[in-house]
């Protein structure tokens, strides 16, 4: 961190103590979509290829939801670190995303003691 690298090292940083703090496990993420048009069958399709993809770079899925309300969707997963959810995120066509990096409770409360 000393060196000055900026925000790379600072991302770098942050793996690494998550990867500790989470012996190992990965990191959890919630992205809330907001759909840019109407779902459509391809549209559905190409979320499909897009789950059969997820396991090649290494992303599990946990859940996803259609919601009411501000979002449309909800969904759920498991990666690597911050730079592969990214690259998943990216990805994503005809969907605005808001992606959250989130840890159980009782991880959380670990961090007031």
């Given amino acids: 961190m000393a060196d000055g690298g900026g925000l790379s090292s ?12 989470l012996g190992g496990r990965k990191m959890i993420f919630i992205c ?4 840019r048009e109407k779902p459509t069958k391809e549209m559905i399709a190409r979320g499909e290829e897009r789950h059969k993809k ?12 259609w919601t009411l309300g501000r979002f449309d ?12 959810a990214m690259k998943m995120m ?8 808001e992606t959250l990096v989130a840890i159980s409770r009782d991880e959380a409360i670990k961090l007031l003691v």
Avoid: C, H
């Fill in 10 to 21: 600072w991302n770098t940083f942050l793996s690494e103590r998550a990867s500790v703090f």
């Fill in 32 to 35: 809330l979509g907001k759909f």
């Fill in 54 to 65: 997820m396991s090649t770079m290494g992303i599990r899925p946990i859940n996803q939801y």
């Fill in 73 to 84: 969707s909800v969904w759920i997963f498991e990666a690597p670190d911050e730079k592969t």
């Fill in 90 to 97: 990216l990805a994503v066509e005809g969907v605005k995303t």
